[in-house]
């Protein structure tokens, strides 16, 4: 026979064990079924000695053997209970409660373990321990109304929530005893329990007394029923569930925190916004104040210290913990009261700050600093202040924190949070809620103190580079404006120009580089100067944004092999170098229009009788993409009409289509004002705020004319002898101008150029004098060869002509066109004439 290891009265591994005294019977039952041990308490139970029964199948014991089918569910089990019949070592048989533990031991494996309970039977104690449960439970308070909702039992721990003795309150409703609105609310939770005869779930608010912080209590009113089934009463248990409360409260304030704090990209309203979280969350005042920017110095100091003492800990201010007091800008405050009365300083100035005061500590060692508790009366928080004095004594400050704002390893600033309201003080975790608050707000207001310095820079350097004054020519009156885009989107590439060209032509330039920031601004500055540099060639048009797009695609490829790395080079190109520019050039003389655009907008065109179109023109592709022509679109232009050139942020946005722009635009020039500054602000007027997400440019022009009065004209043979007759043409046309003083620059000048057009160029010749703001003289023929300014050396015989005409005129060059070439001069006169 196979013997098998016996465990006869070893107690089983369970907790408690120990402490076992023959109030339960236990066997253990192998994967096979086979008892493996036995303890005295199954002796009593079944009368059979540990030796007769370990060793033996466990079925046995059983009256009947259950199906396979019960047996196989039952092993799937972790546990089983029940009652089933069992044979006695005499034969009688016994029905006991059983349940069944399914295990795993280390050294024999998996086993069944089960327990069948020796004092089941109630007792004569069991009533007074359960009454000492109930009363002495230190976790949850317990109340028992009857049916007329008045108390007939409590507990210690209700007694002590409550300030009131079980026997004060039995006989009493809890409206009666306790006039807290949140005894109202679970008198209503009771009374619904016996109206529904269904538990109630409550979450209640309140002090204690004796405490001043408020504690949250989680109630669950339910019926008592008899043995009947009757509702005989209601049992309200409560419990205290204030840390899990705070907990929740702290988390829920800091996903508030990081929602509210990150709307915005402005300094003062990001500290704001921190101020409003924290009162009257857990603050009643707190204030948000910054480092100063630092002003220069005008008397330095002759002899720095040399040995500066070494920061006291991670993150102060340097040099804080050595200069004791501290200087301080008001960004934000906030208070539980109205008009913030706590504050002494200002928003926006700068106070100083003793060293005793837990700014100044705060500032100098880089931590936190936590007073719980001080005597308002006790003037060491605000020494040196007689305001700030007063203000703790008044409103009875006795609790405060300083948190430093700190973001990327450098401290700029400090919060404060102080209690005068509530009469409990800053805990520990009040200190860490306020600096884990504090660290996220630190990061999105150094996120806009470094993009408010980015966009001031912005904007200073497109101010410098924009038109700082339009300049004095007579063939277009002008007006303009630029708004940059909204704080978010930042500064942009939009950008104007006004440019004098020959002859009294005028160049209108308006564009737009693709981004925001730094890069998109100068970006616009290097294109603004090469227009300005190729308009002083006198290119018409196409030619002048051909050159120009030539200029984008080098820009663009210089980024691409700057060398940078791919991070850094993204954030270069940020602006991108995509632009789009149109180009117009107004001649008074002809009052003709040439226009080219690449990629940006037509301008719209008001004629003199108020009808407004929209130029329908080709407009070419963007610059920057290289190898594409431009088309030149060339118009007549009535005195009086007005162009209106714009970037494309005026006429479209995230919530404005482009027809819906166009047709603003449209209605807004309409009625044009005789005043062109004002029919700029009606322009930039009809534009909600919300449209404005991006850089707007607007240049307005009402061209003037230049009539026959001012200008004279003559046609001329290729003969050299009619230089002299050249010469008197001109002088006779100055007496009738009224500029006989300029008549001797004049003919040199006009013998100069006929001369040259007549020995090197191509008939036909003409000669015309404009009378402008200058004296311009012009000759015209029909061949493309430019003369060249050059010195001439002592013993040639040609070559000074050109260098004349440039000593004795503001500026001289070559225009060509299509059916030759025109040299000109200008000069300035003494006196201007009036354009009649």
């Not at 109030?23 to 994967?31: F, H, N």
């Not at 009593?44 to 079925?59: F, K, M, N, R, S």
């Not at 009875?396 to 450098?410: C, D, E, N």
């Amino acid at each position: 026979m196979e013997q098998r290891p016996t465990r006869s009265v070893e107690q089983p591994d369970l907790p408690g064990a120990a402490f076992d005294d023959g109030g339960s019977a236990w066997a253990v039952v192998d994967q096979q079924g086979i008892v493996t041990g036995w303890s005295e308490g199954a002796r009593q139970v079944l009368g059979y000695l540990p030796d007769e029964i370990v060793g033996t199948p466990a079925a046995r014991l059983l009256d009947e053997v259950p199906p396979s089918e019960t047996l196989r569910e039952i092993q799937a089990l972790r546990r089983w209970s029940g009652r089933p019949r069992l044979r006695h070592r005499d034969g009688h048989l016994v029905e006991a409660g059983l349940l069944a533990h399914r295990r795993t031991m280390r050294d024999t494996g998996p086993d069944w373990l089960l327990i069948c309970s020796l004092a089941g039977a109630a007792t004569p104690q069991d009533k007074p321990l359960t009454e000492w449960v109930l009363k002495q439970s230190p976790s949850f308070g317990a109340l028992v109304f009857d049916t007329r909702l008045r108390v007939r039992r409590a507990n210690s721990s209700a007694e002590s929530a409550l300030g009131i003795t079980e026997a004060e309150m039995r006989g009493l409703r809890f409206s009666e005893f306790d006039l807290h609105p949140a005894a109202a609310l679970l008198e209503r939770a009771v009374h619904q329990v016996l109206e529904s005869e269904e538990s109630q779930q409550v979450e209640t608010y309140a002090q204690t007394p004796g405490e001043s912080r408020e504690h949250a209590w989680s109630s669950l009113a339910y019926p008592v029923r008899d043995e009947g089934g009757a509702v005989c009463g209601v049992a309200l248990v409560t419990h205290d569930i204030t840390e899990q409360y705070w907990a929740r409260k702290r988390l829920q304030l800091l996903n508030d925190a990081t929602v509210r704090i990150s709307s915005s990209l402005d300094v003062a309203r990001t500290a704001q916004e921190l101020a409003e979280v924290a009162v009257p969350e857990f603050a009643d005042f707190a204030t948000v104040d910054l480092l100063p920017d630092p002003d220069p110095d005008p008397d330095p100091d002759p002899d720095p210290d040399p040995d500066p003492d070494p920061d006291p800990a991670p993150g102060p201010v340097p040099g804080t913990a050595r200069r004791g007091a501290v200087r301080l800008r008001r960004v934000a405050h906030q208070s539980v009261l109205p008009g913030t009365p706590e504050a002494v300083v200002p928003l926006g100035e700068v106070d100083s700050y003793a060293a005793d005061t837990p700014t100044a500590e705060c500032l100098a060692t880089g931590r936190a600093v936590l007073h719980a508790k001080f005597d308002p009366s006790n003037t060491d928080w605000s020494v040196g202040h007689p305001r700030r004095e007063a203000a703790v004594r008044a409103f009875g400050m006795h609790s405060v924190m300083a948190v430093p704002l700190r973001a990327r390893g450098t401290t700029f600033g400090i919060a404060v949070f102080i209690r005068h309201q509530r009469q409990e003080s800053f805990s520990e975790d009040d200190l860490l809620l306020a600096e884990e608050i504090t660290g996220r707000a630190a990061v999105f207001i150094d996120n806009a103190r470094r993009y408010t310095r980015e966009r001031d820079t912005a904007t200073a350097l497109q101010k410098t580079l924009l038109p700082q004054q339009l300049p004095r020519q007579q063939a277009v009156e002008v007006a303009s404006r630029y708004l940059p885009a909204s704080a978010l989107a930042g500064v942009g590439g939009d950008w104007f120009d006004v440019i004098p060209l020959s002859s009294a032509r005028v160049a209108l330039v308006v564009g737009d580089v693709v981004g925001h920031g730094i890069q998109a601004a100068a970006t616009m500055g290097r294109l603004r100067t090469a227009v300005r540099t190729l308009a002083d060639v006198d290119l018409s048009p196409d030619e002048l944004l051909t050159h120009l797009d030539d200029l984008v695609v080098r820009l663009a490829a210089d980024a691409d092999t700057g060398g940078t790395s791919p991070t850094d080079q993204a954030a270069e190109t940020a602006g991108g170098f995509g632009a789009t520019c149109l180009y117009a050039v107004y001649d008074p003389v002809s009052q003709t229009c040439a226009l080219a655009s690449a990629g940006h907008p037509m301008p719209a065109l008001v004629t003199p009788e108020g009808t407004v179109d929209f130029l329908d023109a080709p407009v070419g592709p963007p610059l920057g993409l290289g190898g594409l022509p431009f088309d030149v679109t060339e118009l007549a232009l009535p005195e009086g009409s007005i162009l209106a050139l714009y970037t494309d942020g005026l006429i479209g946005s995230r919530h404005l289509d482009i027809d819906q722009g166009l047709a603003r635009l449209r209605k807004a020039l309409a009625h044009p004002a005789a005043d062109l500054d004002v029919l700029c602000d009606a322009v930039i007027g009809t534009l909600r705020p919300e449209d404005r997400t991006d850089d707007i440019a607007l240049l307005i022009a009402r061209t003037h004319a230049l009539d026959a009065r001012h200008v004279a004209s003559w046609d001329l043979p290729a003969d050299p002898a009619i230089v002299a007759r050249a010469r008197k043409l001109v002088t006779a046309q100055l007496v009738a101008w009224d500029l006989t003083e300029a008549s001797f620059v004049t003919e040199l000048v006009i013998s100069e150029l006929v001369t040259n057009a007549i020995r090197h160029a191509a008939p036909p010749i003409q000669l015309r004098l404009i009378h402008d703001r200058h004296l311009i003289c012009e000759v015209s023929d029909a061949s493309n060869t430019a003369p060249h300014l050059r010195r001439a050396h002592t013993y040639d015989e040609g070559g000074r002509g050109l260098l004349l005409v440039a000593q004795l005129t503001r500026g001289w060059g070559t225009r060509h066109a299509d059916t030759g070439k025109t040299i000109w001069a200008e000069q300035d006169l003494d006196v201007l004439q009036p354009v009649i």
